[in-house]
């Protein structure tokens, strides 16, 4: 038995420049997410640091919040059974070189970092991913 979770799905602003947000909108739908909250906003590189403080010690971590808040992004809750392991699964690998044929970096990703999506990585971290943005919800 699958529990029915939340996660906590951001469009990057590569995808977002790029006009994307719909077509991968209808991915997560399509799939079975429910879209229960989102927002567009733009970060500010203090908040983006903030977001990414697990990667505070990695050589790409100044260039990864330059990036996140170089632009509007939408930030979404995504409900469905398995939410947090189904939607790194939709998502594809970090790398869109490396994600798989109809996975949604393989489709729209650039690079590892313009990858056009973020997905919580546990269940743990997305409770902390989604109260960081909707501060009303667990
Ligand atoms: P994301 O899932 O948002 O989590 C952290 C991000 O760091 C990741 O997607 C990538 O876009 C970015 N990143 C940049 N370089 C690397 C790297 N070498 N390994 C992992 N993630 C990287």
Redesign the pocket.
């Known amino acids: 038995m699958s529990d029915l979770e939340k996660t906590l799905s ?1 469009i ?1 602003p590569d995808a977002i420049e790029r006009a994307l947000e719909n077509k991968i909108k209808e991915e997560f739908i399509s799939n079975g997410f429910k879209i229960a909250k989102e927002k567009k906003i733009q970060l500010t590189k203090s908040e983006a640091e903030l977001f ?1 403080k697990v ?1 505070e010690t ?1 050589p ?1 971590y100044s ?2 919040c330059d990036y996140l808040s170089s632009g509007p992004i939408i930030v979404m809750i995504l409900e469905k059974n398995d939410a947090v392991k189904e939607n790194r699964k939709l998502m594809g690998a ?1 790398d869109p070189k490396k994600a798989d044929e109809g996975t949604i970096r393989k489709e729209y990703g650039i690079s ?2 313009k ?1 056009s999506v ?2 919580s990585d546990s269940l743990e971290n997305a409770k902390i991913e989604i109260s960081f943005f909707f501060k009303d919800q667990q």
Request: charged letters at 30%.
């Open positions: 951001i990057k990414y990667h990695k790409f260039d990864l970090t590892i970092d990858n973020h997905g």
